[in-house]
DNA sequence: ATGATACTTGACTATTTTAGTCGGGTTTAT
DNA sequence: ATAAACCCGACTAAAATAGTCAAGTATCAT
């Protein structure tokens, strides 16, 4: 299983933006330079955050983009929901009558695989924004 | 993140062996049936299975696979690392000597995804092949 | 012996997903 | 006016995934 770079560049851009929140936008190309992100990708992902209303946008010169919420409010799982990182431990759709792999009932590892995802996104519910520019900060003292 | 098929399989086929196992050889033929998987990407599987001393292989007529090893100490990361199934939280390489995105720090977030791969791979860690028979029984009485 | 069953191996391929790129906008401060 | 920035949709190359296929070899039952 991998982290795809849409949920990483989220989460990094995120967080490079929550470090100057409060003063003024941040711009993507400044985040695209400090942080090495595509100019172009970043703006596909801002697009979804600002529709998530987990950024504003501000246009024009000296525009960019600031939080729309609290950093401790925003968790990893909004961001994550937001650009579509989904965990995905099963194929079967959950709505499906059916069971998994075509078969009438649920696969022997169904149990399983449903804990692995609750237990990967309670990891995703515990973290804010927030926590994450502390960490950083902590570090660099 | 998703979980693939291969890793997915893996498991499902390892629990299917291990409720007959000890009695007689399981062939692939039966868990294909059983458990909806192409026969052809089951022996891959198995290949890569042998390889890691997880099961032994019987060969000719009324052959098929048994367990290696007691299947309580045969954990999931055990499975998920035979058959390449890896926990992939970032791009960059640990050795490298550089950091992130071929910046020269570590990215800001990296001590995150370092926490997220611990965290599932300790799940990993703490199920074993045993535990998910016995699951699996419990649930059908 | 011989046929059937089942493992063994390696190469090949179609599909899907990912990770972008590209080309055109529109808005707004200066 | 013009440059800096956001906005939007379509397109594409590369990688990963999920298999398929072909040609074996070993062993058992008869």
Redesign the interface.
Known sequence: ?????K??YA??AL??LARFDGINPVSLRDISLR???SLDYLEQIFSKLRKKEIVQSVRGTQGGYILNKKAKEIRLTNIFDAVD???????CKKESKKGC???STK???H???D??ET??NN?FDK?SLDD?VK??FE?RL
Chains 1, 2 share one sequence.
């Open positions: 299983m991998r982290l795809t770079s949920g990483r989460v990094m967080v490079d942080q090495g992100i990182e989904k965990v995905k431990t099963v194929q792999n075509g078969k696969c022997l590892t149990n399983l695989w804990e692995l237990h990967i990891f973290k994450l960490e950083n570090r």
